[in-house]
């Protein structure tokens, strides 16, 4: 069963660095694009923060702009958001995701983690 599994949410001061990790776990035959999105306290959208692609192509969304970057372990299959000058607006929960194939011979279906919590504050 595919699981993905996020880690280095937390408190910091604004001004401050987070990293962000999603580890990917469980039989696959193909992983795809991984990503993260954020949720905002009071909402239920996720916006995009980045996605990257198997071959290292980067879409990024509106958040963190200029201040955040994604990389990606395709051999570890890990996926990470470096999260920079942190500021209040970037709170909220992020969620890892990925397009998975899971088995042979059905689609690829993007799978989430549960979110891990990112608080800006001093």
């Known amino acids: 069963q595919v699981q993905l599994v996020e880690s280095g949410g937390g408190l910091v001061q604004p001004g401050g660095s987070l990293r962000l990790s999603c580890k990917v776990s469980?039989?696959?035959?193909?992983?795809?694009?991984m990503g993260w999105h954020r949720q905002v306290p009071g909402t239920t959208e996720r916006e995009l923060v980045a996605r990257v692609s198997s071959d290292g192509i980067v879409t990024s969304g509106v958040p963190g702009q200029g201040r955040f970057a994604i990389s990606r372990d395709n051999a570890k299959k890990e996926v990470y958001l470096e999260m920079n000058k942190l500021t209040p607006d970037d709170a909220g929960v992020y969620y890892c995701s990925a397009e998975i194939r899971a088995h042979w011979g059905r689609a690829s279906q993007r799978y989430w983690g549960q979110g891990t919590q990112v608080i800006v504050s001093s």
């Open positions: 469980g039989s696959l035959v193909r992983l795809n694009d």
